[in-house]
């Protein structure tokens, strides 16, 4: 696998930060982060309690709907 300078810098970099034995398990930490924050939103609790609230809110019917705008 082929990665640039600054790639191979942060692997190391996160290599000592969580005392790894070599870069493909950095690599596993970044991935997971990554994964964590932005590929599964749906999972954080902050995400729950925000779809909690628009599910309780208040909803129009079609019908409303057409009636308030239209």
């Known amino acids: ?4 300078e600054e ?3 942060v692997l190391n970099i996160v290599k000592a930060q969580y005392g790894l034995k070599d870069k493909s398990q950095a690599i596993n930490v970044v ?3 990554y994964e964590k924050q932005l590929l599964e939103p749906e999972l954080r609790p902050e ?3 925000k779809l ?3 599910i309780k809110g208040k909803h129009l019917t ?3 709907f057409e ?3 239209g």
């Open 47 to 49: 995400y729950k309690q």
């Open 7 to 9: 790639a191979n810098r």
């Open 67 to 69: 009636n308030a705008v």
């Open 52 to 54: 909690e609230r628009i």
């Open 31 to 33: 991935v997971d982060v």
């Open 62 to 64: 079609r019908k409303e």
């Open 1 to 4: 696998m082929n990665i640039s």
